[in-house]
Nanobody, 122 residues
Framework: QVQLVESGGGLAQAGGSLRLSCAAS????????MGWYRQAPGKQRELVAR???????NYADSVKGRFTISRDNAKNTVYLQMNSLKPEDTAVYYC????????????????WGQGTQVTVSS
């Protein structure tokens, strides 16, 4: 089994910064994509940013230029640096990973973190 542990959420003022971390552990052979999604009350979960094993990144238009995703492959950890926060960034942020669990298992498995609350006050 694979576990994702998120940290770093909390309360920030508009214009402030927060950094999220998500560490994966367990039955991991390799990690393909690592990413962050968010879900605000009454809204669907949406992609915020993701990063491939080759460090190719994708961002939602709403966070481009403000958020930066990165990963530490040695630690199986993905980070989301959030700068210039806005009240509309308020949401529960979920870590997402796509993992191969063993060298002989060519399936990709998707895992989600438990979510961490980010609240931005105006």
């Amino acid at each position: 089994q694979v576990q994702l542990v998120e940290s770093g959420g909390g309360l920030a003022q508009a214009g402030g910064s927060l950094r999220l971390s998500c560490a994966a552990s367990g039955s991991i052979f390799s990690i393909n994509v690592m990413g962050w999604y968010r879900q605000a009350p009454g809204k669907q979960r949406e992609l915020v940013a993701r990063i491939s094993s080759g460090s190719t990144t994708n961002y939602a238009d709403s966070v481009k230029g403000r958020f930066t995703i990165s990963r530490d492959n040695a630690k199986n950890t993905v980070y989301l640096q959030m700068n210039s926060l806005k009240p509309e960034d308020t949401a529960v942020y979920y870590c997402n990973t796509i993992i191969r669990r063993a060298s002989h298992d060519y399936n990709d498995y998707t895992y989600w973190g438990q979510g961490t609350q980010v609240t931005v006050s105006s």
